[in-house]
């Protein structure tokens, strides 16, 4: 899967675009699905995030691309990364 995120809450659009566009030109697989958040990423919840945490759960896919890690989460990668691992 890849997840995309813009700090800022309006606008980013072109963004978004590029962090895609430059995750599925170096995938080396299929994409599953793609998660886009708007907003801080220290904030707790985030539509994105919470669905790809929740089809992680699931077990609907196995890896995570990101353009920088601090797109996934300002702090607390570290556990974010455990939970997935944990779930496969």
């Known amino acids: 899967v890849l997840y ?3 700090s800022n809450s309006t606008g980013g659009e072109a963004s978004l675009d590029a962090q895609e566009r430059l995750l599925r030109d170096s995938a080396k697989g299929p ?3 793609v998660y886009r958040d708007r907003g801080t990423g220290l904030r707790e919840s985030r539509q994105g995030l919470d669905s790809l945490l929740d089809d992680a759960k699931e ?3 196995t890896v995570v691309r ?3 890690r601090d797109r996934l989460a300002r702090f607390g990668v570290v556990w974010i990364e455990r939970y997935l691992e944990e779930c496969g």
């Open 66 to 68: 990101v353009v920088w």
């Open 31 to 33: 994409v599953y699905r």
């Open 59 to 61: 077990g609907r896919f």
């Open 4 to 6: 995309c995120r813009v």
